[in-house]
């Protein structure tokens, strides 16, 4: 008995299995617009059936050229015309150098608030200011006096 189901086994033709998963071509939903590839899956509960992505096909997309793109139009693809990059204006290298400037100013700002700090505590304690808060002050104001007369020259 055995030996007549193994025997009907491989008499049976093996069926070739179909592939996990199908590549697709998908679109932007509101635009069209092609995104670049994806997969249909095999549904399980259905034998033969895909489950497709939503805003996506099997047609395969045309290429584009410099310029162009595509999307889905209408149940096909279509290529478009892509607007022409907006023109980058310059900005003036003084107005680029004085904002550059500025910034460091403030950064200097930023940096003498802790010595600030310290030599308002040791005053009001009737103390002498530390020599750590002096020095870096009197750094930071003579990156600052140098920034300054570069700012005006600009003006």
Known sequence: ??????????????????????????????????????????????????????????????????????????????????????VVQTVDPKVKRRAQINGQLDEIDRKSTRSVRESLIAQAAGKPVPAFAVKKLGDLEAEAALLRAELVGLA
């Open 1 to 86: 008995m055995e030996q007549d189901q193994e025997q009907q086994q491989a008499e049976q033709p093996v069926q070739p299995e179909q592939p996990a998963a199908m590549p697709v071509h998908e679109f932007d939903r509101d635009t069209g617009e092609h995104i670049g590839k994806g997969y249909a899956y095999r549904d399980p509960m259905e034998p033969g059936r895909w489950i497709m992505p939503p805003n996506a096909t099997q047609d395969e997309p045309p290429k584009p050229a410099e310029g162009e793109g595509v999307k889905r139009q209408g149940g096909a693809w279509a290529i478009f015309k892509r607007p022409a990059p907006a």
